[in-house]
C-alpha cells in the first residue's frame, strides 16, 4: 500500500523552527514590556446604587492601587452619556499608591441606568472601562 502522507523537507521544518523561535522572542519581549507598566486595580469595577431617590446625591467612587512597576498617568475619562461626569487625578500614581475616580450621576431622571466610564492610561490595560447602575425613584417628600 502506498502512503499518501508526503515527507516533511528539511526546508519546511527548518522555517518552522524559525517561526516558533521568533514566536517566543515576541512572546518574552512582550512579557518583560508588560512588567515595566503599572497596573490600576480597582477595588470594584461596577458601582450599583440600588435604589435612589430621585435629586439625592448621585456621587460614586472608584478606588484604585496602581500595583505595577511605573507610574501610571490617567489621560482622559469619558462617561457614555452627559448625565455622568467623573473626575481622575491629575498627576501620576507611582507604585504602590493609592488613588480614585469620582463619578456623579444626575439623579433627576426616574428609572433604571447603567453607564459606562472609560478610563484612559499609560497602564498595561490602557483603557478600562468602569460601569455604575441603579434605579432611581421618586421622592416622596418632594
Known sequence: MK????PISVRT????????ILGLSVTA???AQSDNLGIL?????TIDYGTI???????????FK???????VITDVKTSCGCTVASAPETAILPGESSQIEVNYDTKKLGTF???ITVLSNAAEGRK??????????????
Do not use: M, Y
Request: glycine residues 6%; charged residues 25%.
Open 3 to 6: 502512503s499518501i502522507i508526503k
Open 13 to 20: 521544518t527548518f522555517l518552522l523552527s524559525l517561526l516558533l
Open 29 to 31: 519581549q512582550n512579557k
Open 41 to 45: 486595580s480597582f477595588e470594584s469595577e
Open 53 to 63: 431617590k430621585q435629586k439625592a446625591d448621585g456621587i460614586a467612587v472608584f478606588k
Open 66 to 72: 496602581n500595583t505595577g512597576n511605573s507610574a501610571i
Open 114 to 116: 447603567s453607564k459606562s
Open 129 to 142: 472601562v468602569l460601569k455604575i447602575k441603579g434605579e432611581v425613584v421618586k421622592n416622596p417628600s418632594r
